[in-house]
C-alpha cells in the first residue's frame, strides 16, 4: 500500500474558509480538511500541556476525535517526549488518563513506545534508548503497564553488561524504582545482586562502579528524592487504572497505517458515535469553560464518607508507625508525614492512648510521644484533656492493667505540662462519688506525680493562685466527713503532707449541731429507760413484801427490819458505784477538754460505755434486791413453823 503523502501548511483562516465552501460533509476533501485540523490540534494540545495546566489540556484534548486519531496522538506524544525529557512524567499521566478512558488507545501508546525502545537497543542509539526507558518507567509508575515489563527491561539490560547498559540500568531503576521495590521486592533483590556482582567484578570503569553506589545509596534512603508519581500528576483513581500486562517479547502491533490521511465511508457515523462517547467522559457541560468544569469537578468530588473508611484506615497508619519505630522521635516524624487533616488530631491522641494501654507495663516512650505532639501543635493538647475527662469517667470499665497504664500516661503529660492541670476540675474525691476503680486510678496519678516532681513542688502547685477553683473537689471543705476521708485517703497512700492545710482548717472547724444532739439524745433515753425499769422492781418488790406480811403477822416485823437493812446496804452500794461513775465521767470530760476536737470521738466512745456500766449496775441492784426480798420472806416463813412446832 503506497503511502499517501503529508499535506503541506495551510493557514488557519484559509482552512476556515475551506470548510465553509465545501457542502458534502462525507466527501473526501472535507474528510481531509478535518483530518489536518485534527493533526494540528493534537500537535499543539501536546506541546502545551504541563503540569500547571494539566486538567485543562485533558479536556481539550477529549474534545477531539481521538479513536479516528490515536495514531496521530501516539506519534505526536512519542516526539513531544524525546524533545522534552523533562516532561516525561507529565505525559505519563496524559496516558494514565487517557488509558482509563479509552483503554485501546493507551494500548497503542504503549505498544509504541515499546517498539521504539526495542529499534534504538538494536541499532545502539542511546539517546533514544534512554528517552524511551524513562517514559516506559513512567507509564509503570502510573501503573499503566504490568511491572514485568520494566522487570525484563532491566535484565536485558544487565544480561550483556556493558558500561553504557549499566549506565542506562541504573538511571532506569531511579526513575521506576519505588513502586518496583513495593510491588516486586524479590525482583528488586535480583536486580541488585546483579549490580554488585558487577561491581565484584571489576570489569567495567570507576565512572560507572560510582553510578551503581549512587544507586545503591539511592534505595537505602528509600528512592526519597525519586518518588515515583507527583501528587498534581496522581489523577486517576486506583479503581479506574487499567493495566496491560504487555511483555517484552510479546508481538506488537504499532499500527502504523492510522498515521496517514484514509478516507472513511462511514465518516458521520463515526462523528455522530465519537459525539456520543465525548458526552460519557466529559458530560453534558463540554462545551462550557474548560475551567469552570474542572471547578465543577472538584466540588461534586467532596463526597462525605459516612463509613469511618479514613479514620480507620487513620488507625491502622498509625498503630503500624508506632510499632515499627525505634524511638519516639522517629515515630512522630514519621506520623506528621502522615498529612492529618484537621479534626483528626483526636482521633491521633486516642489512638496512642490505646496502644498504652494495650501494654503490659507502662512505657515511657507512649508518654513522650504525647509530649513531642502536645509542644508541635496545641490541637493536641486539647484533645488530650478532653480524653483525660472521658476515661475517668469511664475508668469502672477499664481492667487493673490498663487503668494503671492510662494514669501513668496522664501523669507524664501533667508533670511534664504537656496538658494543663486544669482537668483536675472533674476529680470530685468523697466516699460517694468514688469508686474503688477511680481511687486507684487517683492514687496511681498521685504517686507518679510526686515520684518525678517532688511532693513539695506538688505543694506548690495545688497552691497556685492562677489555678484556684480547680482543686477544690479534691480537698473538699464542706463536711467534716469528707474532709477526713480526703486527709484518710493522702495519707494511706503516703501523700499526707499534701493534706496539711485540710488538718488545719478541720481542727478550727465548728462542730455541727447533729453531731454533738445526737449522743445527748441516746443518753437520756437510757436513763429514762434504767429509771423505769427500777420503778418497776420496786413496786413488784413491795407488793410481794405486803403480801408476805400478811400471811406471817408474827414475824412481820423481823422480816421488815431485816429487809429494810439489806435495802440500805444495797442502796449504799449503788451509791457507791453511782459516785465511781460520776468520777469517771469528770475523768473522762477533763481528758475531753485536753485533747481537743481530734479526741471526740474517743470521748463518744467513753461516754457511751459508762451508761452500759450504769446500766449494768441497775439491773445488778434489781436483781440484788429481788434476791434480798426473797431471803426475808423464806427466814419469815422458817420462824412460824418453828414456833408452831414449839
Partial sequence: MERPKEGVYIPPFRLARMRQEIEDKSS????????????????????????????????????????????????????????????????????????SKLPEVGKLIVYRVISQFQKAYRRNDKLMCIGSLKFIAHLFNQQVVHELLPLQVAALLLENATEDSVEIACDFVIECGQLLNEMTPLG???????????????????????????????????????????????????????????????????QDHNNFFKFDPNFIQNEKEWEEIKREILGDNEEEDPEESVEEQEETQQIKDMTDADSINLRKVIYLNVMSSVDFEECANKMLKLNIRPGQELEVANMLIECCTHERTYLRFYGLLAQRFCILNPAYQEHFQVSFQKYFLSIDCMETNKLRNAAKFFAHLLFTDAISWVVFQIIHLTEETTTSSSRIFIKILMQEIAENISIENMILRFNDKELTGCFDGIFLKDVPKNVRFCINFFTSIGLGRLTDDLRDYLEKMPVPEQEVNEPMEESKGSSGSSSGSSSDSESSSDSKSVSSGKSSSDSGSESESYSRSDSRSERSRNSGSRNRDGVKKKRSESGSRRSGSKNRDRDRKKISGSESRNRRNKGFVRRSRSRSWSKSASSSRSRSRRRRYN
Avoid at 28 to 35: D, F, S, V
Fill in 188 to 254: 528488586m533483590n535480583a536486580i541488585f545482586e546483579r549490580f554488585r556482582g558487577l561491581l565484584q567484578e571489576g570489569a567495567i570503569s570507576k565512572r560507572v562502579q560510582y553510578t551503581i553506589e549512587n544507586l545503591m545509596a539511592i534505595r537505602k534512603a528509600k528512592f526519597k528524592d525519586n518518588p515515583g508519581v507527583m501528587q498534581q500528576l496522581d489523577l486517576v483513581e486506583d479503581a479506574d487504572k487499567i493495566t496491560h500486562e504487555i511483555a517484552l517479547d510479546d508481538q506488537i502491533d504499532t
Fill in 28 to 99: 473526501e476533501e472535507y474528510q481531509k480538511l478535518m483530518w489536518e485540523l485534527l493533526r494540528k490540534s493534537l500537535n499543539g494540545i501536546i506541546n502545551k500541556a504541563n503540569v500547571s495546566n494539566l486538567p485543562n489540556v485533558i479536556v481539550e484534548l477529549f474534545n477531539e476525535n481521538l479513536l479516528r486519531g490515536r495514531g496521530l496522538l501516539g506519534k505526536a506524544l512519542l516526539k513531544g517526549q524525546l524533545a522534552a525529557p523533562n516532561y516525561t512524567h507529565v505525559y505519563a499521566a496524559l496516558v494514565a488518563v487517557i488509558n
